[in-house]
Structures are given as C-alpha cells and as structure tokens.
C-alpha cells in the first residue's frame, strides 16, 4: 500500500486547522512569517519556489513538490502520532507491507536555509 508521509493537501482538514491556527494543527506544517511581496524563493525539488504565500494565515507555508501539497512538519510528535495511527489502521485492517513514496522529503534543514542547484545538487 502506497504511503505518503511529507505532505497533504492544501484541501485537507489538517491544513484547513492549521491555517486558522487551531489547537494543535498550527504546527502540522511548517510555517514562517514573510512579506507577500518578498518571501523566499528557496528552489523546491521541482525546480520553483519552495514557499507559498497563504492568504489566511498571512504566512508563508513550505512545500517540496507543488504549492497545494504543504509539507507536513515531522518535527511536530502531533504528526508522528498521526501517521503512526494512519499506519497502525490499516496493519490492523491486515495490511503487511507499505510503499514509502517521496521518503527523501521527510525532514528538511531545520534553520530552513536557502539551498539552491549547483551542477545539478542541491547546495545549502
């Protein structure tokens, strides 16, 4: 079974919480204070911007891949707990095997420095 621990979607209740700062989901993702005119523009695999700005929560949200897949913050023990649970569901359904897409995503820097390619890697 396919198993997608870096990110959800923009649509998804987790971002939805997170966005208006709720409870615990105001750090399910990672979130910085940034100028809409100004964020960072720190390359993300794609080759883009790794940082969108977001209209409700006046912060800029991370993002690996496309702006509407945020990265979940794994730093976060509330979201380890949460794909634990995800995970521990469907072994008790009888699951016996997981597919771990975009593993190399999981963590990033934990100041968030600006990396960008150089002959083809990334370079912090």
């Known amino acids: ?12 209740q987790w971002f939805l919480k997170s966005q208006k700062k709720e409870g615990k989901y105001t750090d399910y993702f990672i ?9 960072r523009h720190d390359l993300m695999v794609m080759g883009r911007g790794a940082w969108s700005y977001d ?3 006046k912060e ?3 993002h690996q891949l496309e702006s509407d897949k945020p990265d979940l913050n794994l730093r976060s023990a509330d979201v380890r707990q949460e794909l634990e649970s995800i ?8 699951v016996d095997g997981f597919h771990v897409q975009d593993f190399q995503h ?15 890697t990334v370079s912090a």
């Open 60 to 62: 800029c949200y991370f």
């Open 87 to 94: 995970l521990r569901f469907w072994l008790d359904k009888g």
């Open 55 to 57: 209209d409700t929560r």
């Open 106 to 120: 999981l963590y990033e820097d934990e100041i968030l420095g600006n990396e960008t390619f150089v002959n083809g």
């Open 31 to 39: 979130w910085t204070t940034c100028d809409p005119q100004t964020y």
């Open 1 to 12: 079974m396919d198993f997608i621990p870096n990110h959800t979607g923009k649509q998804s």
